[in-house]
């Protein structure tokens, strides 16, 4: 069973940037789409951005222009660049593909 690990999180101020990786384990990684979604407090999960596995990309309304996925398929990770960030970007962050979510990575917004 495939295990996903996020890192990369932190404490950032508004308009600053930090990039989130997502290493998962096993292989046939590029065969697979990959998702990045986030979770506020006392909000529902939402989805920020996907990748499939040609490469497609979709971000979520609220991203679009500052985030930016991307796969490294030779190290079976995934990328989330977050430039720009804002207050409202504050939340963990987990990786997904099919039915199987990391752990998570807190992301902090603050000056």
């Known amino acids: 069973q495939v295990q996903l690990v996020e890192s990369g999180g932190g404490l950032v101020q508004p308009g600053g940037s930090l990039r989130l990786s997502c290493a998962a384990s096993?292989?046939?990684?590029?065969?697979?789409?990959m998702a990045w979604y986030r979770q506020a407090p006392g909000k529902q999960r939402e989805l920020v951005a996907t990748i499939s596995s040609d490469g497609t990309k979709d971000y979520a309304n609220s991203v679009k222009g500052r985030f930016t996925i991307s796969r490294d398929n030779a190290k079976n990770t995934m990328y989330l660049q977050m430039n720009s960030l804002k207050p409202e970007d504050t939340a963990v962050y987990y990786c997904?593909?099919?039915?199987?979510w990391g752990q998570g990575t807190q992301v902090t917004v603050s000056s």
């Open positions: 997904k593909r099919d039915l199987t």
């Open positions: 096993g292989s046939m990684f590029s065969i697979y789409s």
